[in-house]
């Protein structure tokens, strides 16, 4: 799937993220992503993805069409909309309105597929020699079990698990919270 594009005069502000070898952390990371990034949509490409909250989905938006309401902001802070069963192939259209509209937009991407554009890949950082390695943006989750990170990757602190629970139940951590700041890095790539 190509990226859609907006006019070169905005900014386009768009992150995919997919984690190939850690389910929970592709669930979780994105979420941090999106929190983050201020005012952003947390997209769900994955027709197999978890059951994020929300009103709608990807799926329903894609069948009935968006309402000009769905396509925008209704407050600035983070919003999620899980995918309900559609292909990204399928949801293509309503993706491109979706990113020409918000200001930042993160992508989760399937664990299974080969990832959009220039997604980066969220894996954990183990003891060698079982740390993942993998071509193109690579991002590493720091784990208590392994403390030094690979030359030349950056690599998240570890989350609290505060901050964790906040995510998962729909709630925003803590503003100033270590973990979330870091994703900031990550937006760079």
Known sequence: MTL????????????????????VLGVVGPLGATTAAG???LVDLDPNGPRYGGA???AE???KGPTRNQLEPAQSGPAVLRNGGVSPDDAREVIAALVSKWPNVVLRCPPESDPIGSAVALLPLLPAPFTPQMEGSVVYQRT????????????????RSSTVKALLAGQRPWRRDRWIRSFNRVWGM
């Open 4 to 23: 859609p594009l907006r006019h070169p005069e905005v900014l386009l502000s768009v992150l995919a993220l997919w984690s190939p070898v850690d389910l």
């Open 39 to 41: 005012t952003a949509l």
């Open 56 to 58: 709608h989905s990807l």
């Open 61 to 63: 938006l894609v069948q």
């Open 144 to 159: 208590s079990l392994a403390t030094r990170q690979p030359d030349g990757k950056f690599a998240l602190p570890i989350p």
